[in-house]
């Protein structure tokens, strides 16, 4: 556990990382402590002149970085693994505050970054030879697109950097971090961690609000964005990339089915689902965002799932006792109050929750609702916060096409006792990912990433990694 002089020395001190040096700024964020709704740290903002010096730096420390070979990156990035497991709490314990999640949940972040980015930097990317013949002799092989622009949100501003930043770097780029202007200090301090092993310019860290990730967009000198954040977000990002034809890779929101089969254990799945969409309160890309249950076990379905909600406390994330923290931010508060505010208004019902305290800190209980309509609101967009419908259906056949009425894409699944009847339904999902009897599921070795408005291209894998690079053929007559 970090102790609280710990937490108290880091938040005086931080800073930019460009070309291997930390940075000073004249302007700063104010960033605020969603429990308390306290500013609790500034943390410096980077300018246009910061970028054009993280990208001149970046383009110094390209040619050496991509020389080495992949074993030599793959090297340096277990040590930035081993660094985050030493500095884990006090990493956990600033995350928390920042962000809000119960620290617990910050601890699971860094180490799952951790063990992700070993797994990253354990895949191979071998050259394909496509033609070898009497002829001519044919290979694919990728080479490293320059300097990656990497944008994250923050919902979990540790993960969604280290996934993107790994992937990057072992393919053999440099790199360009903004994080979210409401969570920018636990990827500062990392940066600052990193200088110690990784050679000036191949990572550079720049905190900054919107307008920074706009200039980083268009700037002529890099060579991709990889971004994760809202769907509207990722259009303006892709429209902007266009300018200079950059490489993009688009993480975005989602708006989750869980279709939930008469056959299962009502109270056991409820307990999954229960976390799978409540987990991060509800702040997670591919949580559940809308349960389709079947009538014949719908009634008791949500009375278990209404039980997991009552048993679960609410509060500041430092408190060990709370399982959920607040929403993120006042802009994130207010939508999602205004979504409960419609839900209310159209008539729905409400197993629990729905009433938000008014005491300081973005706090909100975990709320279920029943009886509402397909076309409201809480159903058709992307609410990121604890608030779920359960809706009731007859026929699969309707809660399949109910589950795919969506311009989002980015994951679903289906709950059954009979794993193959389950499967079937689970590849009729159009999502990126559809899983059985699990939600949220995520390796290092399996693409992640979203169909529809959820997304472009993949992280993870050797898919997730082909995004860093440019394929390149060799083609010789012999
Ligand atoms: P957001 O789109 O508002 O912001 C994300 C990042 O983009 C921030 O760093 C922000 O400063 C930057 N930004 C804002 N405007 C920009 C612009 N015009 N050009 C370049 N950068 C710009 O998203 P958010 O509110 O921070 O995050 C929540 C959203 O992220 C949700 O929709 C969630 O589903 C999504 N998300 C997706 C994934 C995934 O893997 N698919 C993961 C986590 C979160």
Redesign the pocket.
């Known amino acids: 556990m970090a102790k609280q002089t710990d937490v108290i020395e880091l938040q005086k001190n931080f800073a930019l990382l460009i070309d291997g040096k930390l940075v000073e700024t004249k302007n700063f964020l104010r960033v605020i402590n969603p429990a308390t709704e306290q500013v609790f740290a500034h943390c410096p903002e980077a300018d246009q002149t910061h970028l054009n010096a993280a990208v001149s730096a970046a383009r110094q420390a390209l040619d050496a970085w991509s020389s080495k070979s992949y074993e030599e990156r793959a090297n340096y990035i277990q040590q930035l693994a081993m660094l985050l497991r030493e500095h884990r709490d006090f990493l956990a314990s600033l995350l928390t505050q920042e962000q809000g999640k119960p620290l617990s949940q910050s601890v699971a972040e860094i180490d799952r970054g951790a063990s992700q980015s070993e797994g990253i930097a354990g895949i191979e990317i071998p050259i394909e030879t496509l033609v070898d013949d009497e002829e001519r002799y044919i290979e694919l092989q990728y080479r490293p697109l320059g300097i990656v622009g990497i ?6 501003p540790v993960n ?1 950097a280290l996934g993107p930043l790994v992937s990057a770097l072992y393919t053999g780029n440099t790199v360009i971090l ?4 409401y969570t920018p200090l636990t990827t500062l301090k990392m940066g600052e961690l990193m200088r110690e092993i990784f050679p000036a310019g191949v990572i550079n860290f720049l905190a900054g ?2 307008e920074l ?2 200039e ?2 268009k700037h002529p000198e890099i060579n991709k964005i990889s ?7 990722g259009k ?2 892709m429209a ?1 990339a266009a300018g200079t034809l950059k490489r993009v890779t688009l ?4 708006n989750d089915p869980a279709i939930i089969l008469e056959d299962v254990d009502p109270e056991a799945v409820a307990k999954k689902i229960f976390f799978a969409a409540f987990v991060n309160s509800g702040q997670v ?1 591919m949580a559940v965002k809308r349960i389709y249950a079947h009538e014949e076990i719908y009634e008791e379905f949500c009375s278990a799932l209404a039980k997991e909600a009552k048993n679960a406390k609410y509060g500041n994330g430092l408190d060990p006792e709370n399982h959920l923290g607040p929403i993120q931010n006042k802009m994130q508060f207010n939508k999602v109050v205004g979504i409960l505010e419609d839900t209310k208004k159209i008539g729905a019902h409400f197993l629990s929750g729905g009433t938000v305290p008014n005491t300081p800190g973005y706090f909100f209980p975990p709320t279920l609702v029943t009886d509402i309509d397909e076309n409201s609101r809480l159903v058709q967009e ?1 609410q ?1 916060g604890p608030i779920v419908p359960i809706l009731k259906y007859k026929d699969v056949e309707d809660a399949i096409r109910r589950a795919n009425n969506t311009l989002y894409g ?1 994951s679903g699944s289906v709950w059954s006792s009979d794993r193959k009847r389950a499967t079937k339904i689970a590849k009729r999902l159009r999502v990126g990912t559809a899983w059985v009897n699990q939600h949220r599921a995520t390796s290092a070795y399996v693409p992640f990433g ?1 169909a529809k408005e ?2 472009i291209g993949r992280q993870y894998s050797i898919l997730g990694l082909k995004g860093y690079m440019e394929p390149e053929v060799l083609s010789v007559v012999k």
């Open positions: 944008i994250t949100p923050w919902n979990a969604l903004k994080p979210s202007p609000g919107d990730g706009h980083m967009t971004f994760t954040g809202s769907v509207e977000t303006k990002v902007s993480e975005l929101g989602g890309c992307e990121f980015l979203g959820s997304g």
